[in-house]
């Protein structure tokens, strides 16, 4: 199979700024708040408060390369380049803020506000991830591992309810106000995610229902640059032919076509609705 270097090369640089992105909120925001949202990062900061013989970082970075290193030999190749090359970075990037950037105490004091970074920035590096087709290590790997060898199908619940029970640990280990953030962050988390994973992928869908078929056409194909499908046609009760015209674009090129169309066809019946789940050639690949 043929290797796409330029894609590649695109998907390796927002694998490693997914990964900055989530190390830093975590190691910046999360650790020193002892928010404890779920995932590997979260049982870090129990485990440091517990044994406090290693810092939170050097407990993530334990857990994480020892379920890759499990992931690998149980998972082989379906473990995936794009969630090894993650997990690596962000490990390297966890240790070096823990040598060279030692936090003993939050960076303000607005935990509220902190909260919203620890959960917003990981989850804007998440999200990223899971558009390309990768993971992000740790709690993910346990995902595959229980859906490959164990009976669970729905593992999605099975992770949440993991995460609830580290997040719901904040209350015995600290106290109230910490579990009480570290839960709220942790639904917050999920909102946040399917946001900006929806944001990131989402496109406009036109029904362009035209008598000037060959202008429109003409105009998506030689303007916007996108390619589209026509169906010939008849109105029901005027029984005239008309054409309709199916396109994707994006949301700044939406506002262009709807503008042309608007002007140069103004009698067209134009419906445009939101989409976030594409496949095809121009788009994801199948």
Same mark, same amino acid.
């Given at each position: 199979?043929?290797?796409?270097?330029?894609?590649?090369?695109?998907? &390796?640089?927002?694998?490693?700024?997914?990964?900055?992105?989530?190390?830093?909120?975590?190691?910046?925001?999360?650790?020193?708040? !002892?928010?404890? &949202?779920?995932?590997?990062?979260?049982?870090?900061?129990?485990?440091?408060?517990?044994?406090?013989?290693?810092?939170?970082?050097?407990?993530?970075?334990?857990?994480?390369?020892?379920?890759?290193?499990?992931?690998?030999?149980?998972?082989?190749?379906?473990?995936?380049?794009? &969630?090894?090359?993650?997990?690596?970075?962000?490990?390297?990037?966890?240790?070096?803020?823990?040598?060279?950037?030692?936090?003993?105490?939050?960076?303000?004091?607005?935990?509220?506000?902190?909260?919203?970074?620890?959960?917003?920035?990981?989850?804007?590096?998440?999200?990223?991830?899971?558009?390309?087709?990768?993971?992000?290590?740790?709690?993910?790997?346990?995902?595959?591992?229980?859906?490959?060898?164990?009976?669970?199908?729905?593992?999605?619940?099975?992770?949440?309810?993991?995460?609830?029970?580290?997040?719901?640990?904040?209350?015995?280990?600290?106290?109230?106000?910490?579990?009480?953030?570290?839960?709220?962050?942790?639904?917050?988390?999920?909102?946040? &995610?399917?946001?900006?994973?929806?944001?990131?992928?989402?496109?406009?869908?036109? !029904?362009?229902?035209?008598? !000037?078929?060959?202008?429109?056409?003409?105009?998506?194909?030689?303007?916007?640059?996108?390619?589209?499908?026509?169906?010939?046609?008849?109105?029901?009760?005027?029984?005239?032919?008309?054409?309709?015209?199916?396109?994707?674009?994006?949301?700044?090129?939406?506002?262009?076509?709807?503008?042309?169309?608007?002007?140069?066809?103004?009698?067209?019946?134009?419906?445009?609705?939101?989409?976030?789940?594409?496949?095809?050639?121009?788009?994801?690949?199948?």
């Amino acid at each position: 199979m043929k290797v796409n270097r330029k894609l590649f090369v695109k998907e &390796t640089l927002l694998i490693l700024f997914s990964s900055f992105l989530s190390a830093t909120g975590i190691y910046l925001f999360k650790f020193p708040n !002892h928010f404890t &949202t779920g995932g590997v990062t979260g049982l870090g900061v129990v485990l440091n408060h517990i044994w406090p013989t290693y810092s939170q970082a050097m407990y993530t970075n334990i857990m994480n390369i020892g379920i890759t290193v499990i992931g690998l030999i149980l998972l082989g190749k379906s473990f995936g380049i794009k &969630t090894l090359i993650y997990t690596g970075f962000f490990t390297i990037m966890i240790a070096l803020y823990d040598r060279f950037l030692p936090l003993t105490a939050p960076l303000t004091n607005q935990p509220f506000m902190e909260l919203i970074l620890a959960v917003l920035v990981p989850a804007i590096g998440g999200a990223i991830m899971f558009d390309i087709g990768g993971s992000t290590g740790g709690t993910d790997v346990i995902a595959m591992l229980l859906k490959k060898y164990g009976r669970i199908y729905n593992t999605s619940t099975a992770l949440l309810l993991a995460d609830i029970f580290i997040g719901a640990l904040a209350f015995v280990v600290f106290d109230v106000q910490t579990g009480l953030f570290s839960v709220f962050g942790l639904l917050v988390r999920s909102v946040l &995610t399917e946001s900006v994973l929806t944001g990131l992928n989402q496109r406009k869908y036109f !029904h362009i229902i035209t008598e !000037h078929s060959q202008l429109v056409k003409d105009y998506i194909t030689n303007e916007l640059k996108r390619s589209a499908t026509l169906f010939e046609g008849e109105g029901a009760f005027t029984g005239d032919k008309r054409t309709l015209v199916l396109t994707v674009v994006s949301p700044r090129q939406a506002i262009d076509l709807r503008n042309f169309v608007r002007k140069n066809s103004p009698e067209s019946f134009l419906l445009i609705t939101n989409t976030s789940e594409i496949f095809g050639r121009g788009f994801k690949p199948n």
